[in-house]
């Protein structure tokens, strides 16, 4: 998988945005943007994934920057409950794609 | 909706036992995939099926086993257990090799 680089923690305030960034510098012109979290022990979840337009769904936003070589997850009223490390993911084209999750950023909700 | 199950969800093993661990895949998917999560670690790709053959390895230890049957489902089947190998078992699945997977709540196996 195309190597990301996210910071290793961030804090939001419950009930504003919360604004992750990600850098994927050395993307192809067909890989996509995913976007899984974790919280704490539980299954990594799917949250969003983009090409490059601006994605939308009902857990958050996904900008990418126009040369692709980076993107912001939005979530935008964080609560309590997302509270969990967010892994963003950039799949090899192959066909067998292991979908490798790499270093993500916990992501603190403070009440 | 159906979500992704896995059996069974605790497991304790001593050193030098075997374990297997069944994933059951939503309905209509075709792909299974397996990772390990050691404390503290983000999760490891261990190992893929689509339609019943392997289709990809990862750091999957000689000692473990994987296989998919007809009707889908998965198993992890682990042997000669060692203290390392304590830890989260996901499964996830997928329709063909989509990037888009659902997770299942995870076999957390500890050997003593």
């Known amino acids: 998988d195309a190597k990301t680089t996210q910071p290793p923690s961030m804090d939001c305030a419950e009930g504003r945005a919360a604004n992750l960034p990600c850098n994927h510098s050395?993307?192809?012109?067909?890989?996509?943007v995913y976007w899984y979290r974790q919280i704490h022990s539980q299954g990594p979840q799917y949250i969003i994934h983009?090409?490059?337009n601006n994605e939308t769904n009902e857990m958050a936003s996904l900008i990418i920057t126009e040369d692709r070589k980076s993107s912001t997850l939005i979530l935008p009223h964080a609560t309590l409950r997302d509270t969990a490390v967010y892994y963003c993911?950039?799949?090899?084209?192959?066909?067998?794609?292991?979908?490798?999750f790499g270093s993500g950023t916990q992501l603190t909700v403070l009440p | 909706a159906a979500g992704v199950i896995q059996s069974p969800r605790h497991l304790i093993k001593e050193k030098r036992e075997t374990a297997t661990l069944k994933c059951y895949p939503i309905?209509?998917?075709?792909?299974v995939y397996w990772y390990q999560q050691g404390p503290g670690q983000d999760p490891q790709f261990l190992i893929s099926?689509?339609?019943?053959?392997?289709?990809d390895k990862g750091s999957i230890p000689d000692r473990f086993s994987a296989q998919q049957f007809s009707d889908y489902h998965s198993e992890l089947n682990m042997s000669s257990l060692e203290l390392g190998d304590s830890a989260l078992y996901f499964c996830a699945s997928s329709f063909v090799f989509s990037d888009r997977r659902d997770f299942g709540p995870g076999t957390r196996l500890t050997v003593t």
């Open positions: 983009g090409l490059k």
């Open positions: 993911i950039v799949p090899d084209s192959g066909s067998a794609r292991q979908l490798t």
């Open positions: 099926f689509y339609e019943k053959m392997q289709s």
């Open positions: 309905p209509r998917h075709d792909t």
């Open positions: 050395t993307i192809s012109g067909n890989e996509y």
